[in-house]
């Protein structure tokens, strides 16, 4: 398991929702690589190659926060499973048959896609499935990329079930998940035991995506 040894770097400003991005630290990715050598950039050092990141975690631990502020950070694409499979229902995959594991399959294909072009991607999904973060470490494997696995966790139940019930996510086809939705997924989690950086939601944002940042070099 790896955690952060380094405490998170301040930000210049936390960013305002929905702002464009500001002048946080930037991972340089392959397009950088020429451009990254010898820079002071501290996120840029190291990182000289595609990485396949998956970030994981029960609903409401904040998966998608730190997905969206890290691809503002690293111009990568975010694939989210909630908004695929929400696309999916809307054409008349049921749960029934599958829903979930075909979104998360397409993520999959989209994923290995961007790695065979020398690019980087991010998963936004839940990845409770021990073979579903298996066959990512082996897709990122096969086209010679890093993997990253970041869990997300909240080690506070009171404000996680507060900030489920507070969420509006409104996307189109898809209910907001209730509290109960989250005790059904944690009937059904088993503990991790991949190496793997994990953030805690009780963090602010802003550490949390610095710490991610590390993780990424
Ligand atoms: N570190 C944090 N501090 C404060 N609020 C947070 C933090 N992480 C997430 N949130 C808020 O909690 C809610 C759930 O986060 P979200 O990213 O949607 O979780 P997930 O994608 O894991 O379901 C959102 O309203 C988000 O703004
Ligand atoms: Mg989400």
């Known amino acids: 398991m790896f955690y952060p040894t380094v405490p998170p770097r301040r930000e210049s400003a936390p960013r305002k929702r929905g702002a464009a991005p500001g002048p946080g630290p930037r991972v340089a ?6 451009t990254a050598a010898g820079t002071s950039d501290p996120y840029a050092r190291g990182v000289t190659g595609p990485r396949l990141v998956v ?22 694409p975010v694939f989210n499973k909630d908004r695929v499979e929400a696309s999916l229902r809307n054409d008349g995959v049921t749960a029934e048959q599958g829903s979930w594991t075909v979104a998360e ?7 290995g896609e961007q790695l065979r072009r020398g690019q980087s991607a991010i998963l936004d ?16 494997e096969h086209a010679g990329a890093a993997f990253r696995l970041i869990e997300c966790v909240c080690s506070d139940p009171a404000r996680h079930r507060a900030r489920i019930e507070g969420r509006i ?7 907001e998940l ?15 035991d991949d190496e793997r950086l994990v953030l ?13 940042l590390r993780y990424l070099e």
């Open 29 to 34: 990715l392959v397009a950088d690589r020429e």
């Open 178 to 192: 209730t509290w109960d939705d989250v005790e059904s997924v944690r009937a059904r989690w088993t503990p991790w």
């Open 125 to 140: 999904t839940v990845a409770r499935v021990a073979a579903s973060r298996a066959a990512w470490r082996a897709t990122a």
């Open 55 to 76: 970030i994981g975690g029960l609903p409401g631990t904040g998966k998608t926060t730190v997905a969206d502020e890290l691809a503002a950070r690293v111009a990568c």
């Open 105 to 111: 399959n397409l993520l999959t294909t989209l994923a």
């Open 200 to 212: 805690d939601a009780v963090e602010p944002v802003s550490a949390n995506v610095a710490a991610a």
């Open 169 to 175: 996510r409104g996307i189109p086809g898809w209910a």
